[in-house]
């Protein structure tokens, strides 16, 4: 079993930045990719941003691309999302998941394990 803690959150000014983290604990933490996904009240969970094992691969929802970017620290079992010059519209509370797997995955059930949820809200 996989827990996933999320941090970071929180409320900002539109153009500021966040920092989200997940740590991760339980079984042996190797071969996961990770991603990032976002839901707002009422509506369908949203892929944002994922990435391989390794780090050497990621992809992006194109509403962050160029904003958004997602990293790991395998020795630390935990995975970020820097998020800059947010938009009002990038509110949501924000989940990280993980998978066992070698490639990215944009598909939120193709992820067994989540974490609590972190609500970021923008304001303008």
């Known amino acids: 079993q996989v827990q996933l803690v999320e941090s970071g959150g929180g409320l900002v000014q539109a153009g500021g930045s966040l920092r989200l983290s997940c740590a991760a604990s339980?079984?042996?933490?190797?071969?996961?990719?990770m991603g990032w996904f976002r839901q707002v009240s009422g509506k369908e969970r949203e892929f944002v941003a994922a990435i391989t094992w390794s780090g050497g691969i990621t992809y992006y929802a194109d509403s962050v691309k160029g904003r958004f970017t997602i990293s790991r620290d395998n020795a630390k079992i935990t995975f970020y999302l820097q998020m800059k010059s947010l938009k009002a519209e990038d509110t949501a509370v924000y989940y990280c998941a993980a998978d066992t797997g070698w490639t990215l995955s944009l598909i939120p059930r193709e992820y067994d394990y989540w974490g609590q949820g972190t609500q970021v809200t923008v304001f303008s």
């Open positions: 339980g079984r042996t933490f190797s071969n996961y990719r």
